[in-house]
Nanobody
């Protein structure tokens, strides 16, 4: 089994920054895909970014491209999401996800999920 624990959420003003972390534990071998998703109240969970850990390939949703950056620390089994130039529309619960597929992309591709961390951006 795999456990994912997110941290780093909080409240910031428009234009501010936050750094989310996702610590993975358990059987973390062969987690080739990891991702960040978010869900705002009344909306579906949407993809923020994916990273394919073997090659370090990252792709971002258009809404966050140029503002958010995904990185990983393999030694610590930790995934990060650096969020800059935050906007009120970024307000959501942010979830970390992982899967052993080499190219998981959509929400339904991912088997393992964290509990989420709340991000609130005020204008």
């Amino acid at each position: 089994q795999v456990q994912l624990v997110e941290s780093g959420g909080g409240s910031v003003q428009t234009g501010g920054s936050l750094r989310l972390s996702c610590a993975a534990s358990g059987y973390t071998g062969s987690l080739y895909s990891m991702g960040w998703f978010r869900q705002a109240p009344g909306k579906e969970r949407e993809r923020v970014a994916n990273i394919y850990t073997a090659g370090g390939i990252v792709n971002y949703a258009d809404s966050v491209k140029g503002r958010f950056t995904v990185s990983q620390n393999n030694a610590k089994n930790t995934l990060y999401l650096q969020m800059d130039s935050l906007k009120p529309e970024d307000t959501a619960m942010y979830y970390c996800a992982a899967d052993r597929r080499r190219r998981a992309y959509y929400r339904n591709d991912y088997k393992y999920w964290g509990q989420g961390t709340q991000v609130t951006v005020s204008s």
